[in-house]
């Protein structure tokens, strides 16, 4: 285990559900990301949250919604999606933003695999 | 923005040979590359990094090579075993402009025969 524990590990859900997924972690960092993996695009960065704040949205459908109330929290909220949307997604954080600092190496959670039908 | 180009797409090598996977990337900006190893149905891990200021760095077996100039870095596995058998993805960082985060490489499966 890393410190990042992501719920639930798989959902399946249909085109008009709505669905959100969970990212906690214990580790005291103050970063945290979403990513996408699928075989088209093995890692692909969706959201980055610093101090809660959102540094990045790395253009994704208005159909992604994440939310970070606090530091130790991230959630994605899923509404109306596509087959195309079924991928692993993936969880991780870091002390600080990475690559800002040496000791700010991101640490993944196992994900949540995705199927939309 | 950053855009990683990672080589080859899947390496087979005999357990004991050497294995090099090869990154560019785009920006001059970037200033952080990580290399990171996913094993068949686990999280990604990071198995080394190195910073721009840096020309290699070494651990154990595994090595980083940055080329600055010609903006390309490398993962060196040697004495290869079957454990290093796994998907191994580059990234480099780009911080500017608003927009902070890693790009990753498309990733490099990597098969050690027996």
């Known amino acids: 285990e890393t410190g990042v524990t992501q719920t639930p590990r798989h959902l399946v859900m249909g085109m008009t559900n709505k669905k959100s997924l969970k990212c906690e972690q214990h580790l005291g960092h103050n970063a945290m990301y979403w990513y996408k993996q699928s075989a088209k695009k093995p890692l692909e960065l969706m959201f980055v949250?610093?101090?809660?704040?959102?540094?990045e949205n790395n253009s994704v459908p208005s159909r992604f919604s994440p939310e970070c109330p606090n530091s130790s929290h991230l959630f994605l909220h899923l509404h109306t999606l596509q087959p195309e949307d079924s991928a692993l997604y993936l969880c991780?954080?870091?002390?600080?933003?990475?690559?800002?600092?040496?000791?700010?190496?991101?640490?993944f959670g196992a994900g949540t695999r995705l199927s939309v039908l | 923005g950053e855009n990683v180009e990672q080589h080859p797409s899947t390496l087979s090598v005999q357990e004991g040979d050497s294995a090099v996977i090869k990154c560019t990337y785009s920006d001059s900006a970037s200033n952080y590359f990580p290399w990171y190893k996913q094993e068949l149905g686990k999280r990604p891990q990071l198995i080394i990094d190195?910073?721009?200021?840096?020309g290699e760095k070494k651990d154990q077996r595994i090595a980083v090579t940055l080329n600055k100039t010609a903006k390309h870095f490398s993962l060196h596995i040697t004495e290869t075993q079957p454990e290093d058998s796994a998907v191994y993805f580059c990234?480099?960082?780009?911080?500017?402009?608003?927009?902070?985060?890693?790009?990753f490489g498309k990733g490099t499966h990597l098969i050690i025969q027996p």
């Open positions: 949250y610093n101090f809660k704040e959102q540094t």
């Open positions: 190195i910073r721009s200021n840096v």
């Open positions: 991780a954080s870091s002390q600080g933003l990475a690559g800002v600092q040496a000791k700010n190496i991101q640490y």
């Open positions: 990234a480099g960082f780009y911080s500017g402009g608003g927009a902070d985060g890693l790009t």
